[in-house]
């Protein structure tokens, strides 16, 4: 693996964004990968709390480009790259909306940037977050967890691909990290 360019690595999560990623072993299969991608075969679905309300299943097609006054974020730009995220409301609880995300492409940020157009910055994202609203009716133990979150509520939950060589159709899937999951129940308890 180290004598492939990034280690084999296919793809890439965001920093503070957990779960599952596609590293190749060779250059045969990187390759194959990364045609995969581009031709939007493989299947990367996530889980993610955002702030407010969330109605039903929705498409967000808006393209994505650096934002040229901070180089380190990107945003919706009508130059930008195209970007399709597909959105389902999962659960609401309280003020949250747990989601199913789907991408079909793969920008820098995507989800990120999307919910945030939306009005519905994803939970403890530091970069793309509006202003909190002060937590109405919330346990203090889940405002003291929501607050000390140090990444976004953000995890790349199920990966899908057809093997290079097999052909077999393969969907691996993660679970939540302890410390979202913790706040998941939280949300739940409190909300009762």
């Known amino acids: 693996l180290a004598n ?3 280690s084999g690595i296919v793809h890439r999560l965001d920093k503070g964004t957990s779960g599952i990623l596609l590293v190749a072993r060779n ?3 990187r390759n194959y990968f990364i045609n995969e991608m581009h031709e939007r075969r493989i299947t990367k679905k996530y889980t993610a709390i955002v702030s407010g309300s969330t109605i039903g299943s929705f498409p967000i097609e808006a393209a994505i480009g650096r934002d040229k006054n901070n180089r380190t974020k990107m ?5 930008g790259k195209e970007a399709i995220t597909f959105v389902k409301l999962k659960e ?3 003020n949250y909306s747990v989601l199913d995300v789907t991408i079909e492409t793969g920008r820098t940020h995507q989800i990120r940037v ?3 157009h939306m009005g519905n910055s994803i939970m403890g994202d530091g970069k793309y977050k509006k202003k909190y609203k002060k937590l109405k009716n919330i346990d203090t133990n889940l405002e003291n967890l929501i607050h000390k979150l140090d ?4 995890h790349a939950k199920t990966l899908g691909f057809i093997h290079p060589r097999t052909k077999k159709e393969l969907i691996f899937s993660s679970i939540l990290p302890q410390e979202l999951e913790k706040i998941v ?3 739940r308890n409190t909300s009762k």
């Open 4 to 6: 492939l360019p990034r």
């Open 27 to 29: 250059d045969q299969f």
């Open 75 to 79: 945003c919706i730009r009508l130059d």
């Open 92 to 94: 609401k609880i309280g």
């Open 114 to 116: 999307h919910m945030t």
């Open 151 to 154: 990444r976004q509520f953000l």
């Open 185 to 187: 129940q939280l949300l």
